[in-house]
């Protein structure tokens, strides 16, 4: 069973454009949700990180909005530029010793 | 500061064979996470160790297991391999929970079972 629901498989983003990807999760016991960002042949990296205390989070041109009642968060890179393309992973983990990763989202900037 | 990294970064195996990958942590990093992440899917959770003891695991059978050692590298161990265990392994290391700190990615060994 998959404990974070992630979509859309892919997507398509003119420069400047506004991405964004949507996360859904059953688990009321998490109580933290990065965003990771994978490239080709690399590791994932952590992008940006929420904790359910705050319904959102900015850092520069990522924000994460978190909906505690829905059981939904979300990923918005505002501007988006062709450098962000990428696979991107929303996560939750509730005790940090076990983290559930979301199918990712291809995501393409076109210039 | 180095970063995490992995060995070897391919490795091609028969079912049935025995593998073992290696992971060095960032300097400093104390906790180990291995991931299995198959072909256009998310990161798996296999299992976590903390300061040399087992610190979580993952839904993955018995066959995989790991080591994390004094100097807080790790091994991460699959027997009787099956061709469902093709994929990327990954192992982040952080200090302390990643909950709390940075758990920091490396590029992963691609294992091949045919």
């Known amino acids: 069973q998959q404990q974070v629901k992630q979509s859309p498989q892919s997507l398509i983003v003119q420069k400047g454009g506004i991405s964004i990807i949507n996360c859904a999760y059953e688990n009321t016991a998490f109580d933290y949700f990065p965003w990771y960002q994978q490239f080709p042949g690399k590791g994932p990296a952590l992008l940006i990180a929420?904790?359910?205390?705050?319904s959102e989070k900015k850092e520069g041109r990522f924000t994460i909005s978190f909906n505690k009642s829905a059981k939904q968060f979300s990923l918005h890179i505002m501007d988006s530029q062709p450098g962000d393309s990428a696979t991107y992973f929303c996560?939750?983990?509730?005790?940090?010793?076990?983290?559930?990763f979301g199918t990712g989202t291809s995501l393409t900037v076109i210039p | 500061e180095t970063g995490v990294t992995q060995s070897p970064t391919h490795l091609i195996k028969t079912r049935g064979q025995q593998v073992t990958l290696r992971c060095s942590s960032q300097?400093?990093?104390?906790?180990v996470s291995w991931y299995q992440q198959a072909l256009g899917q998310g990161p798996q959770f296999i299992f976590q160790?903390?300061?040399?003891?087992?610190?979580g695991r993952g839904n993955f059978p018995p066959r995989f297991s790991g080591l994390q050692f004094p100097n807080y590298s790790s091994e991460l161990n699959v027997n009787a391999l099956e061709l469902d265990d093709s994929a990327l392994y990954l192992c982040?290391?952080?200090?302390?929970?990643?909950?709390?700190?940075?758990?920091?990615f490396g590029p992963g060994t691609r294992l091949t079972v045919l």
């Open positions: 160790y903390y300061r040399e003891e087992e610190n």
């Open positions: 300097s400093g990093h104390n906790t």
């Open positions: 996560a939750a983990s509730a005790s940090g010793n076990q983290f559930y």
């Open positions: 929420i904790r359910p205390d705050v």
């Open positions: 982040a290391s952080s200090l302390g929970s990643p909950l709390y700190n940075e758990q920091f």
